[in-house]
């Protein structure tokens, strides 16, 4: 092992790089704040278009008129996306902040805690936001021919949605078998000593030499 020269390692030069490149993380406040306001922004939106479609159902109901579908807001399955995009929009703005910035109970709880978390999150609500854009065509039923072939398409990439999540469960489980107590050690030094420098310990060492099945 070469040896490292302690006056270069610790100049004032290696310390100052080390606290810009660590704190460069802030720069995810960005997209965070952008996120976030797209996430009220379609919040909101999908909250004026449910009251919309409550209000136009209801005044059918009560004018006699009744839907074959029950009440005709079943027909506007756009309510469901447009929250469903929202709350994909939510899931990255509080994963990136959590993962970033500074952790928080809420990203936990819904299991964020790595970027393959992130994914592995926002790929689930993809996959029911296209099981709600193909129920929307099921009800409207305009075109049997058309509504067969958009649903087999929908589920060739949703086979290959799973597939990558399954994946990157895997990966994060044979990833948190072996350095869960590095990582586990770093966030701490960052989020709560201010810490912007990694010390390699031998029981980082010895653990990333193991062999991994």
Do not use: C
């Not at 460069?24 to 976030?36: E, K, Q």
């Not at 409550?54 to 399955?77: D, K």
């Not at 072939?149 to 949605?161: D, I, K, Q, R, T």
């Not at 895997?170 to 078998?177: D, G, L, M, V």
């Amino acid at each position: 092992m070469v040896p490292v020269n302690p006056n270069v390692e610790h100049s004032a030069f290696f310390r100052l790089l080390n606290l810009i490149l660590g704190r460069s993380r802030y720069l995810v406040f960005v997209a965070v704040l952008a996120v976030m306001l797209t996430a009220f922004s379609l919040f909101l939106i999908g909250a004026i278009q449910a009251v919309d479609a409550l209000y136009h159902a209801w005044s059918l109901v009560l004018a006699g008129t009744f839907s074959p579908h029950g009440i005709s807001m079943s027909l506007n399955l756009n309510i469901v996306s447009t929250m469903l995009e929202a709350v994909v929009f939510y899931l990255v703005g509080v994963g990136l902040y959590s993962l970033f910035i500074s952790p928080l109970n809420v990203a936990v709880a819904l299991g964020i805690e790595s970027l393959t978390d992130l994914e592995s999150k926002v790929l689930s609500v993809i996959i029911v936001i296209m099981g709600a854009t193909f129920l929307q065509h099921f009800v409207l039923w305009k075109d049997s021919i058309g509504t067969l072939e958009f649903g087999a398409s929908l589920g060739l990439v949703v086979v290959a949605l799973v597939t990558l999540q399954w994946l990157g469960h895997r990966a994060t489980e044979i990833q948190k078998s072996y350095s869960l107590r590095t990582q586990n050690r770093a966030q701490h030094e960052m989020f709560h000593e201010s810490l912007e420098q990694h010390e390699v310990k031998s029981d980082d060492s010895e653990r990333s030499s193991e062999p991994r099945f």
